[in-house]
């Protein structure tokens, strides 16, 4: 669900823009006081994430394929100012190494994949369903929930700002159609396999997944950190190989709705961090930048272990930074 600049406004790109930096400086305050000894945690899940984000599978029957955004998982097991931080990290290298959602775009990218479901289907439906108690029916209940929600708001986001920007070759009811019920399906999936990771993580590490945000572990989060960093390699240096070739939810829901108009982004912005994005990106499209005998596979394979390297580099730092600014400002 990564949009690119085409489908914006400078306009709404821009409130956007403001919006998504918005929030990112209350989550910066807010993960101030988070466990330190969960950083390194916040690193290696957002790598995990990027690298899951690599593995789009068919929806049978559409000829579309989806890809987990994560943002629930990272909600559930970091908190919700951590997990939209991290989703704000995983989204800005993905549009900076890799051409991978627009720069114009970011701010909605990061609203869409991020704030609806941190701030919204995380507290008002996955805590909700949890704060009884948690127990596996009403963790995977929730977690489903939730992940199907939080998609469907990102979805209907992604209508409302195209609207908002004038782009007439997507009418709002067909597109909306289009969206809402291709990410009910990715959605699903992307619950179900939320569900089982948090679940999972439940039962080898319940202090871990704590209906109480602030609650810092008595242990250290070695044993998890390991599991999902080897997770993490193996589906960027793996599995990413046997990803679906088939478009994604939005690029699916364009073609079935625009057909063969072609929708343009043509101001001066839209020049402008376009060339500004085909210098910085890489490795464009998760492959070799001018090789054209290039080994399409090689190239995944290593985007996808640079990029949860990166990954993992900038979300500690930007963690670490947040600690050490706290200690400064508390002497």
Known sequence: MHMGD???????????MTA????????????RDMDEKKIPLMGVMSAFVFAAQMINFTIPGTGSSGHLAGSIMLAILLGPYAGFLSMAA?????????ADGGLLAYGCNVINM?????????????????????????????SILASVAAL??????????????GKTELPFTQFALAMQGIHLAIG???GVVTAGVVSFVWKVRPDIISTQPAEKSKQGYKSVIVGFLAAALLLAGGISLFASANPDGLEWS????????EIKGETRVHKSLE?????????????????????????????????????????????????????????
């Not at 209907?156 to 609207?163: A, D, G, H, N, R």
């Not at 990106?281 to 990029?307: I, M």
Request: with cysteine; proline share 2%; glycine share 10%.
């Open 6 to 16: 085409f489908m914006l406004s400078p306009a709404v790109g821009g409130t956007m």
């Open 90 to 98: 995983i989204l800005l290298i993905q549009a900076l190494f890799f």
């Open 188 to 190: 699903a999936v992307e």
């Open 152 to 165: 469907q708001m990102g979805a209907f986001s992604v209508v409302i700002q195209t609207l908002l920007s």
């Open 275 to 331: 060339k500004a994005q085909q210098d910085i990106a890489v490795l464009p499209d998760y492959s070799f930048k001018k090789q054209e005998n290039a080994d399409e596979a090689v190239g995944k394979v290593v985007s996808g272990l640079v990029g949860s390297g990166i990954t993992v580099g900038l979300v500690l730092a930007v963690g670490y930074l947040i600690k050490l600014i706290k200690r400064k400002k508390a002497k």
């Open 254 to 261: 364009i073609g079935k709705v625009a057909g063969d108009k």
């Open 114 to 142: 991020g704030f609806f479901a941190c701030f919204i289907a995380y507290p008002l439906i996955y805590r909700t369903i949890t704060k009884k108690g948690l127990t596996r029916t009403r963790l995977m209940t929730g």
């Open 20 to 31: 998504a930096v918005g929030t990112a400086a209350v989550s910066i305050k807010k993960v």
